[in-house]
C-alpha cells in the first residue's frame, strides 16, 4: 500500500538518492528559506505542474487563480495575472488592510486542493501523477512548512504520494504530527562528496546561498577570513540584483548576503526594508517578523529611526495572528520608550489600542479607548493639513472601532459618518480607494447591527461592485438575505464568493448552514465535508454536521463525527454534549449521562448539556435532579416557555402539582408557546 515518506540523513545526496530509489516520476523542490522566502519549494512544485494543468483542465486553473497567484505572483508567466483588487492595487502608503497568517494558511489549503484535484484527474485518466519530493524541509520557512503538513495530510497517497526530506531534529508541531501519523520514516546515514581546497568550498557555500548542508563547506566559510567572506556575499548579491525574476529570491537569498556583505547597515538594511514590505503586503507574518527582528540587528536607532520605527512595527503587528501577543507589546512599548517622534507614538498608540480592544485577553475597552485618545489627539495637530486629514481620519476610524466594542454604536456611527464626509470633501474619488471602502464597510456593520438592514444593504452592494475579489461583502450581504428569509439569493452571493475566493473555511461552513435552511442537505453534508478536510479541529462545523445527520437519523454517521473531534479536542464541552445527545437519541442512558454530565463539569453554563442531562434526569426516574437543572438553565436563558414546560413537567413527576402549575401558567403569557400542550398539562395539575 502507497504512504507518504520522511527521509532523515545529514546529507541532501543521501535523502535524494533514497527518494529517487522508489522510481516514480518526481519532482524534486528545494525548500531552504535562504533560497526564495517563502513558499520556497511550493514554488518549484508548482512550476512543474501548472503547464500540463493550464493546458488539460484550464477551468481547475482558473477555480484555484487567487491561491496560486497570491503569494507566488511570479507564477503568472505560467498561467496569466491574477486578479486585480484594491488592497493589491493600493501604494504602500495608502495600503490601510493587511493580512496575515491566516490568509496565508487560507492560500496554503487552496493550492493543496489545487494539487490533490489534478492528481484525481490524473488518475482517473490512468495516469500516475508525480511524486513530490520536498527536501530541506527542517530549513524551509514556516510558511512552506505549513502547506506540507496540510498536504500530507489531505493527500491520499494511493493518488499523490509526497516525501519528505530532513536532518535530524524537530520540526514544528504540526508538521510533526503529521509527519507522524501519514508518513514513513526512514533514517540514513549521510554521505559525503571528497573536499575540495578550502578557497572552493567557501565559494561553493555562499553562491549556494549558503544553504550547503556538507561540514566541510561550512567549516571553510566559517574559517575564511571576513572581508573575503564580505567579499564574496558582495559578488553574490550583486549577481542576483541583476539576475532575479521573484520577490521570493529578493525575501531570501538577496537579503541574506547583503546583510552578511560589507555593509549590513546600509545596502543590508535597505534589502530586509524591501522584503518586509512585500511581506507586509501579502500577509507572510512569520517572514514579516524575522526580517524585522533582522532589520533592527543592523539598523542604528539614531541614523535610521524611521527604519527602525518600521522594522519594529511591522514586526510587531505580525506577532499578533501568530497569537505571540506578549511579543507583540514588548516591541511597541520598546518603540515608545526609545522614541520621542510624535508620529512613532500615534501610530503605537493606535497599535496597542487594537491589542486591548481586539486581541489581549481579557479585553480592556476603556484602556484601549485611553490610548486610541492619544493616537487620535496627536494626528488632530500634525502640522501638514494633508497629513492631519488622513491620519484624522485614520484614527477616528480606530476610536470608532473601539466605541463599537464599548457598546457604544451611535458614537461609533458618527465618528465612521465623520470620517467619511470628511475624505468626500477634500479628496479625490482616486485618492485613498482603499482606506474609503473600509470606512463603509465599518458603517455597513454598524448599520447592521443596529437593524438599519436596507441601509447596509445598499453600502455592501456598493463594496461588492468596488472590490468583488474580497468576498467578505458577499458574505455580509448573503448575511442579510437570510435574516430577510431570502435563502436562494444568500446562497447565490455565497456561491459567488467561492468561486471568487481562495477555500476560507469560514465561508463553506456559512454555506453550508444556509444549504441547511433551503433544505438542501446533501450540499451543506459536502460543504461540511471540504472544511473538514481543511481543518478536522473546527468544532463548529464538526457540530453542525453531527447535528444535520442526527436530524437525519444517521446515528452512527454522527457519532463517528463526534469522537473524531473528541480525538482532536477531548475536553471539549459541546462535542461531549453532542456525544450525549446522540446517545440520548439512541436510548442509551447511561452513556449520554456519563457524556452529558461530563460536559456540565466543563461549563456548567452550556445550556444544551443542561438540558439534555435534564432530559435523561427524566427519562432515569430522577425529577428532582431533572428539575435542579432546568432551574439552573432559566437562569442563564431567562424565561424560556418550552424550558418552563419541561421544568413543570419534572415538578408534576416529583409530586409538586401547584408548582408545575405556576410554570404552565407562566409560559401561556410568552410569545413562542406550545399552547395546547400547556393547556393539557394545566388540566392534569387540576384534575
Known amino acids: 500500500m502507497a504512504s507518504h515518506r520522511r527521509i532523515v540523513s545529514e546529507s541532501p545526496a543521501t535523502r535524494l538518492r533514497l527518494a529517487a530509489a522508489d522510481g516514480e516520476a518526481t519532482v524534486v523542490a528545494r525548500c531552504h528559506r535562504r533560497l526564495r522566502g517563502p513558499y520556497t519549494g511550493v514554488d518549484t512544485v508548482l512550476r512543474a ?58 492560500m496554503s489549503q487552496g493550492v493543496a486542493s489545487f494539487l490533490i484535484d489534478h492528481a484525481r484527474r490524473l488518475c482517473s485518466c490512468g495516469e500516475q501523477p508525480p511524486y513530490l519530493v520536498f527536501d530541506e524541509v527542517d530549513q524551509a520557512e514556516p510558511t512552506t512548512q505549513e502547506f506540507i503538513a496540510l498536504l500530507l495530510r489531505r493527500a491520499d497517497p494511493g493518488q499523490l504520494r509526497v516525501a519528505v526530506g530532513t536532518a535530524p531534529g524537530e520540526l514544528p508541531e504540526e508538521l510533526e504530527r503529521s509527519l507522524a501519523r501519514y508518513a514513513q520514516r526512514t533514517n540514513a546515514e549521510p554521505e559525503w562528496a571528497e573536499p575540495a581546497e578550502p578557497a572552493a568550498l567557501v565559494e561553493a557555500y555562499v553562491f549556494g546561498d549558503c544553504t550547503g548542508s556538507d561540514p566541510a563547506e561550512l567549516l571553510a566559510y566559517q574559517e575564511a577570513r571576513p572581508e573575503l567572506r564580505a ?52 500577509g507572510f507574518s ?24 518600521e522594522f519594529t512595527q511591522q514586526a510587531a503587528a505580525a506577532c499578533i495572528p501568530l497569537d505571540r501577543t506578549e511579543q507583540s507589546m514588548e516591541l511597541y512599548l520598546d518603540t515608545i520608550q526609545r522614541f520621542a517622534d510624535p508620529k512613532v507614538h500615534m501610530m503605537t498608540s493606535y497599535s496597542i489600542a487594537m491589542l486591548h ?45 473601539v466605541e463599537m466594542h464599548r457598546g457604544r454604536l451611535d458614537r461609533a456611527m458618527q465618528l465612521v459618518e465623520s470620517c467619511i464626509a470628511r475624505l468626500d470633501t477634500n479628496l479625490t474619488d482616486d485618492q485613498w480607494r482603499l482606506h474609503r471602502s473600509q470606512l463603509l464597510y465599518n458603517r455597513a456593520r454598524l448599520l447592521t447591527a443596529t437593524g438599519r438592514l436596507d441601509e447596509a444593504f445598499a453600502d455592501y452592494s456598493t463594496l461588492v ?45 456559512n454555506r453550508g448552514t444556509a444549504r441547511i435552511e433551503a433544505g438542501d442537505t446533501k450540499g451543506a453534508l459536502a460543504d461540511f465535508a471540504y472544511v473538514l478536510e481543511m481543518e478536522p479541529d473546527d468544532v463548529d462545523t464538526r457540530l453542525a454536521r453531527a447535528e444535520l445527520l442526527l ?66 434526569h427524566y427519562e432515569q426516574g430522577r425529577p428532582r435532579a431533572a428539575v435542579q437543572d432546568l432551574t439552573a438553565l432559566l437562569d442563564l436563558v431567562g424565561d424560556d416557555p418550552d424550558v418552563l414546560l419541561n421544568r413543570g413537567i419534572a415538578y408534576q413527576a416529583d409530586g409538586l402539582p401547584d408548582l408545575a402549575l405556576a410554570d404552565f401558567d407562566h409560559a401561556l403569557t410568552l410569545p413562542g408557546a406550545d399552547e395546547p400542550e400547556l393547556e393539557a398539562r394545566r388540566a392534569q395539575c387540576r384534575g
Open 49 to 106: 505542474v501548472l503547464p500540463e494543468a493550464a493546458r488539460r483542465w484550464p477551468d481547475l486553473v482558473e477555480f484555484h487563480r487567487v491561491e496560486l497567484l497570491y503569494g507566488m505572483p511570479e507564477l503568472a508567466d505560467l498561467i496569466g495575472p491574477a486578479p486585480r483588487t484594491l488592497a493589491l492595487d493600493s501604494s504602500f502608503k495608502e495600503r490601510t488592510r493587511f493580512f496575515g497568517s491566516g490568509m496565508i494558511r487560507c
Open 551 to 616: 436530524e437525519l437519523a444517521e446515528f452512527d454517521a454522527a457519532a463517528a463525527d463526534v469522537e473524531a473531534g473528541l480525538a482532536l479536542r477531548p475536553t471539549e464541552p459541546r462535542l461531549l454534549c453532542m456525544r450525549g445527545t446522540v446517545a440520548l437519541q439512541r436510548g442509551a442512558l447511561p452513556e449520554a449521562f456519563a457524556a452529558l454530565d461530563a460536559a456540565v463539569a466543563l461549563d456548567p453554563a452550556y445550556p444544551a448539556a443542561l438540558l439534555n442531562r435534564a432530559v435523561v
Open 286 to 309: 512569520a517572514a514579516v517578523i524575522d526580517l524585522g527582528l533582522r532589520g533592527r540587528a543592523v539598523t542604528d536607532p539614531d541614523v535610521h529611526q524611521h527604519d527602525f520605527w
Open 465 to 509: 461592485d468596488l472590490d468583488p475579489y474580497y468576498t467578505d461583502y458577499l458574505s455580509e450581504r448573503a448575511r442579510i438575505h437570510r435574516t430577510r428569509g431570502d435563502f436562494a439569493a444568500a446562497l447565490a452571493d455565497y456561491d459567488r464568493a467561492v468561486d471568487l475566493a481562495p477555500p476560507f473555511p469560514e465561508l463553506y461552513y
Open 231 to 282: 567579499r564574496l556575499h558582495d559578488l553574490r548579491a550583486e549577481e542576483l540584483e541583476r539576475s532575479a525574476t521573484s520577490w521570493g529570491e529578493r525575501v531570501g537569498a538577496l537579503t541574506y548576503h547583503r546583510e552578511h556583505g560589507s555593509d549590513p547597515a546600509g545596502a543590508g538594511r535597505l534589502a530586509l526594508l524591501a522584503a518586509q514590505r512585500h511581506c507586509v503586503e501579502v
Open 357 to 401: 480592544t481586539r486581541f489581549l485577553q481579557p479585553r480592556d475597552h476603556d484602556l484601549a479607548l485611553r490610548w486610541q485618545n492619544n493616537a487620535a489627539a496627536i494626528a488632530s495637530i500634525l502640522p501638514d493639513p494633508a497629513e492631519r486629514l488622513t491620519f484624522s481620519v485614520f484614527h477616528d476610524n480606530g476610536l470608532a472601532l
